[in-house]
């Protein structure tokens, strides 16, 4: 990625509605060229789309937890997907170095759903034990910024 792309990336996650005029004011380019550069960025894959952010606690879900997950012997990252990605209130999961396997992230809408949830975990046949950090609250969350 140039500076250009650097920059119109950065408009994007500032406000993914911005008009490519608006963008290309920004940048010094005109609104077919911002297209164009967009359009390379989504086939390269540096842009996977455009979504909208929404509050999980808007929606019900504010609680949520951490879970180092620890497998049973030798598990290849696939597996543990395979056996997470059913589980709905796994939003996010993540293999890491470390003594867990991985690290799931849950979100549930009370405690009794994210203990529910917990109990699915530990119920797959992969996982040997499990530590678990319930949030709080939220203090910083941040979208990748380029070139930052």
Known sequence: MN???QRIVSCLVANA??????????????????????DRLLETGVLRGFTAVVDPEALGWGTEA???VHCRGNVSPARIRARLEP????????TVTGAADAIVHLRAADIGQL???LER?????IVDRTVSTVVLSRLLERPPTPGA
């Open 3 to 5: 500076p250009i792309d």
């Open 87 to 94: 589980l709905p209130e796994v939003v996010a999961a993540y």
């Open 121 to 125: 975990v530990r119920g797959l046949e």
């Open 115 to 117: 203990e529910t949830a």
């Open 66 to 68: 951490f879970v180092e």
């Open 17 to 38: 509605r911005s008009s490519y005029a608006e963008i290309g004011k920004v940048v010094g380019l005109s609104a077919p060229a911002v297209k164009r550069r967009v």
